[in-house]
């Protein structure tokens, strides 16, 4: 396929794990069982949630909306990886990559305002007890809900189409296993000055916002517990919330160290190793990380 200094291209090659042709077969295994069991994982949380009416709580139902996020994140990435592995062919059209981005950014973007919500809802339990049923009543975590699909379907689609304006330059080669936005930067020859201050913009909205909820939600509520005389009430409600603590530090930890820095100190080797983990090992983690039983 030949590459002309600056055109409108029809393909991207995601050269990603094609530069390491001896590890190939390892790792669709291991992507492929890692997969299996984050889809089986998820759904068997969203069907022991949905099948138990002590389990049809606020905590439970963003559980089970996170669980789908989660499926259909892997969804997004990892199949077309394996597909690319197993037949050796690179190649996703320039379309297919601004989809993939785009539905990639929403999730991502979901999954960061659902695990905002989930801290807020175990703040209101904890430390607002006699209030939480008002609180957090039905028609309120709907609102949330909607709330958070609305504004990562917007925030990527921003993003998206700003991208479709670019032109790209000498290489239409990315480093990477799918379509991500630093990768793809690096490639563009056109002006991007626009779409890093949006993406900085977007990032403090959307990343910078929720973390300080999570942060000040877990202040409170370590505060509150702290207040607990009893060790076995202490141990219980840190045992509740230490799956979601566990959760938010892999999730930011991998997307602040790929996503805040300069685009040109990106470098595609740790992108790749920190989008494995934000892209399959975390969601097939949450299963296991999540226990299902009975809290406040």
């Avoid at 059209?93 to 801290?119: I, K, R, W, Y």
Wanted: proline content about 5%; charged content about 10%.
């Amino acid at each position: 396929m030949s590459i002309t200094n600056e055109t409108s291209i029809s393909d991207f090659l995601l050269l990603g794990f094609s530069q390491h042709p001896e590890q190939q077969t390892l790792l669709s295994r291991l992507f492929l069982a890692m997969y299996l069991v984050t889809v089986l994982g998820n759904l068997l949380i969203i069907l022991a949630i949905s099948s138990d009416p002590r389990l049809h709580t606020p905590m439970y139902f963003f559980l089970a909306n996170l669980s789908f996020t989660d499926t259909c994140f892997s969804c997004t990435i990892v199949p077309k990886v394996l597909l690319n592995i197993h037949t050796q062919h690179y190649t996703i059209s320039h379309t297919g990559c601004l989809v993939q981005m785009f539905f990639f950014m929403e999730l991502a973007l979901l999954d960061d305002f659902l695990l905002a919500v989930m801290a807020y809802d175990r703040y209101v339990a904890i430390c607002l007890p006699l209030h939480y049923t008002t609180i957090m009543g039905p028609q309120r975590c709907l609102l949330l809900l909607a709330a958070s699909w609305l504004s990562s379907h917007l925030l990527a689609f921003s993003l998206c189409l700003l991208m479709s304006q670019f032109s790209f330059c000498t290489s239409h080669a990315i480093p990477h296993f799918f379509c991500d936005v630093p990768p793809l930067l690096k490639l563009a020859c056109s002006d991007t000055h626009i779409f890093q201050v949006t993406m900085l913009t977007e990032a403090v909205l959307s990343g910078l916002i929720p973390l300080t909820c999570v942060l000040v939600s877990y202040a409170h509520i370590v505060y509150t517990v702290l207040r607990i005389p009893s060790p076995g009430g202490k141990h219980k409600v840190f045992s509740t919330c230490g799956s979601h603590l566990t959760v938010v530090t892999l999730f930011y930890g991998t997307l602040f160290l790929v996503y805040f820095q300069p685009s040109a100190s990106y470098s595609a080797d740790t992108g790749m190793a920190a989008s494995v983990v934000y892209t399959m090992v975390t969601p097939m983690l949450n299963p296991f990380i999540y226990s299902l039983r009975k809290d406040t």
